[in-house]
């Protein structure tokens, strides 16, 4: 079987540079609850990425520039559109920029998301549902929605259960995947991604991808040898274009991600749609596609 160079939809800015540096809460985060190598923690450098994303087989990722939560409040982290942007123009093959959304900014928010995509070239939006203790379906995401239809651009936003990421601040899960399907009545043209897998709601999650044309999955934040096997067979067979490859990283770790899929039972053309060609697709990413026929 030949090999499929994966595009990673989900893939934190993990460098050692101070606009990127993550709160004590989130590395203790890491270290203790994920179990992140401390070299990782403390921050790679772009070339040390991309060696880790080459030995893995991931030829592009997409960066979300993060919005963990308003910028007032003391635990946030925000990471700057133009960090991304710096390396999306210095590694125009390997990266693409996401706009992170903060719907408590309002119409400031509605502009800093248009000039991440008209002036920064950004394809697409990321949004953290629970950090803003707003639901997907809440009236204050409603105009980030209708802007990603202006500008024709997926939005990506976990769902599923939230984990207690610091002692200061336990947030409540809000990201039910069923909630999407009130979006997406309201919005039919509106390319929704509920990453995480809506874990442990993940049959729910397949429902709202089964149910819309506009609805995908992202694969990204659990090791896939734990996946449901409800997951495993939506992918390989009725659900072959609607889940995309992601892997949080430094949440998962890409080589691991690529191996564990690697044991797998995806026929050849699910596994080429999976880990690139739907990416590519939804996108419109600059790659060439994988032949999609089966081997």
């Known amino acids: 079987m030949a090999e499929v160079r994966a595009v990673d939809i989900v ?3 993990q460098l050692d540079d101070p606009r990127t540096r993550r709160p004590a809460w989130s590395q203790a985060f890491l270290r203790q609850k994920i179990g992140v190598a401390e070299e990782i923690v403390r921050g790679l450098t772009p070339e040390q990425l ?4 080459d030995r893995a087989g991931v030829e592009h990722a997409l960066l979300p520039a993060v919005k963990v939560g308003p910028s007032w409040h003391p635990i946030s982290r925000q990471i700057p559109y133009e960090v991304v942007a710096e390396l999306v123009q210095r590694y125009p093959t390997r990266f693409s920029g996401l706009a992170g959304i903060d719907p408590t900014e309002g119409i400031a928010g509605l502009r800093q998301l248009e ?3 008209k002036e920064l070239g950004f394809v697409g939006a990321h949004f953290y549902p629970h950090w803003f203790d707003l639901p997907p379906n809440h009236a204050r995401v409603y105009p980030f929605y209708a802007k990603c239809c202006e500008l024709d651009i997926p939005i990506q936003l976990q769902v599923g259960n939230c984990l207690r990421y610091s002692a200061e601040r336990p947030l409540r899960s809000v990201g039910r995947p069923i909630l999407l399907d009130e979006v997406a009545c309201d919005f039919p043209e509106l390319k929704l991604v509920g990453i995480h897998i ?3 709601w993940t049959e729910e999650m397949i429902a709202m991808a089964y149910k819309h044309p506009n609805v995908y999955i992202g694969s990204d934040a659990y090791a896939p040898r734990y996946w449901d096997a ?4 939506f992918i390989d067979s009725w659900g072959q274009e609607k889940v995309l490859f992601g892997t949080d990283f430094p949440v998962i770790d890409p080589e691991r991600a690529l191996r564990e899929i690697g ?3 995806f026929r050849p053309a699910a596994r080429r ?4 060609n739907n990416a590519i697709r939804l996108y419109r990413l600059p790659l060439a596609l994988a032949e999609e026929t089966e081997e």
């Open 11 to 13: 893939c934190n800015v």
């Open 50 to 53: 991309l060696e880790k994303m």
């Open 115 to 117: 000039y991440a995509v």
């Open 198 to 200: 809506g874990w442990p």
């Open 230 to 233: 409800a997951l495993v067979r």
């Open 263 to 265: 044991e797998l039972p």
């Open 273 to 276: 749609k999976f880990l690139r």
